[in-house]
């Protein structure tokens, strides 16, 4: 092919996905915004994956109003960390572009053209899943619908257990407009007085969970349910009598939740964050969303109230319901004919029969650990159970970035203290949405004498370690669990993440030399033999890593590079990955939502594949892996390939150095890789496009996984009875 002709076909190749022209590859600037894709409209995306699985008819009904409520609940997080982060930035009069060339207004107006329509779209796939539930006996009912029998025993019990909980504010020149908290829904209530045509207005808040009432109130002996503001707003004579309500209608507002101050000092870090959540109730509202039929100028007050620019934060709810992350009530209800078939994580085949878990990790040299499929309780929470009680066990060191009410790792520490046991835990306070809980559980720790610090001053600690120091026959030995996933008795059931337990001496001393790190602060040069942590070395190990795919893909063989993370947002990374690809290496990326590179530009991308899998449970597992001119290299961590985890957070990622657990990251990648019904392959212009999803083609990763366990617990049964077996007919021939 001639230059001209090679341009022209970049040119057209530019042109599809919506690219300004381009010219050969020698002429491609990596600078250039156009080659990146947008994070927010990245992510959001990423939800219109997670809302068609609740159009999918194959999934069972209360699963598909799980994935409804999920995308919700993350629509909320959006505009309280990314949307108040952008109209921080606008408040400013900051003006940067992104990396993909747009001002902070662009993105947040763009941001909210995708929600919108996809909003749309969750208003019709609710409405089809009410009728659904209908069909199997589960009825959303209007209160006005009920008959009159029904109504008396719901207006009892609201009288009763929830009236005492609702206090009216009056809104009016006498009284100020009332604070609304955050995620707070509100009845705005016109009335007036019969002997008047005065208007007067009132706000009802909607008692939340957190005071113990359900959103979704349930009938007796019924498979009936009511909206609670609903049941309020037919009720409020109660709260108003001998006064005429003329309209009630709702609304919500979400809060920007990013209001951190300086924490120039360690010692105030605790009362720094104290104050932050505190903040947090009184931030900027950054979305007002109203029943659709509000009054315009009642929409108005509203906005104006709540200091909202017009009409760009309000959004109009529509449908018969707001806040659908509560509908997490109705998954909780106890039908498991309408939900997935419970899943069984087994025991790791090698910790089943072990009596002690130190004699097994020895005897392994390393364990691999792949949960949910493999139990949390008996590998992790069992590693950190014996530690506390094993009398040759000296001490323990832990990271805490996010734990569950129900989880025994904060019992086991502290038995581990009783116990007379060394033990220093990293609690990171500023672990989103979690903060007032690990204040809740470093207090809890530091009362029973544990050594509690809170990692490095600007960084925060994100990484997944444990380190067990313990007297072995010859002499100390150390113990480490490093892993992808938090240790949460919870999302461990939820999430898909890999991790290991190991004796390996050097990585227990790198271990040892990271606690050092994180209890002191102190950054001396530190020589880590096997871990790669952030911030210090990570970035700068992958991106040597990648180039030097570049040059084995020259001179030995092909080059080939698999990334599974979360997310990929770094501008350095995504650089070095296009430059590979230029070189003929083969990249595939398994990205779960944000991405940034675009796949598929002739002469610049075309050797990259992006694909996401969307699931039963949530993939969160980091694997990294390089051909490495046939020495291949795996590695597994805590670190997703964005900035703030490169260059702003303590990770670790350690690498995988038996055969056998290669191998085990191997299928987790291949399975994924070819996976025929929950992969999407990402487009050149960041859209994506689902898989056939015919189950004859194939299994989904996670159904592999769980299938694939239950067969090394069966093949585990069976060799456990035929040893037992044979040691029986030798005792009895000797």
Known sequence: MSTEQAIHENQDQAAVVGLEAVPDQQAFDLEDPQFYLNREFSWLEFNRRVLTEAENESNPLLERVKFLAIVNSNLDEFFMKRIGGLKQQVGAGLQQLSIDGRTPEQQIEQSYAIVSDLEERIRHIYAQLIELLAEQDIHICNYTDLDVEEQAQLREHYYENIFPLVTPQSVDPAHPFPFISNLSLNLLVTLTYPETEEHLLARVKVPPASSGITRFIKLKDS?????????????????????????????????????????????????????????????????????????????????????????????????????????????????????????????????????????????????FLHHPYESFATSVSRFLKEASQDPKVHAIKMTLYRTSEDSKIVDYLISAAQNGKQVAVVVELQARFDETANIRWASRLEEAGIHVTYGVIGLKTHCKVILVVRKDYAGLRRYVHLGTGNYHAGTARLYSDVGILTCKEDIGRDATELFNFLTTGFTPKRNYLKLLPAPKLLKSALIAKIQREIKHHKSKSQGLIRFKCNALEDKDICRELYLASQAGVKIELIIRDTCRIRPGIKGLSENISVISVVGRFLEHSRIFYFRNGGEEEFYIGSADLMTRNLEHRVEVVTPIELDVHKEECRTILNACLNDPISAWDMQTDGSYIQRSGKVEDGMSTQDRMVAMANERSQSARKHKKVSYRSGQRKYRNR
């Open 223 to 367: 498979c009936k349910y009511v909206l609670l503001e609903d049941l309020m707003s037919n009720n409020l004579d109660l709260l108003f009598p001998r006064m005429k309500v003329l309209s009630c209608e709702y609304f919500r507002v979400v809060r920007n939740i990013n209001v951190g101050g300086s924490r120039e000092k360690a010692d105030d870090l605790l009362q720094s964050i104290e104050s932050e959540v505190r903040s947090r109730k009184f931030a900027t509202v950054v979305r007002l969303t109203v029943n659709q039929d509000m009054d315009p100028v009642h929409q108005g007050m509203l906005g104006a109230e709540l200091g909202l620019d017009g009409d760009k934060d309000t959004f109009s709810g529509g449908g018969d319901m707001l806040a659908m992350r509560d509908l997490w009530e109705i998954v909780g209800i106890n039908r498991p004919d309408l939900h997935d078939q419970p899943h069984r994580p087994i025991d790791h085949v090698k910790l089943r029969i072990a009596q002690n878990i130190f004699y097994a990790i020895r005897d392994a040299g390393s364990l």
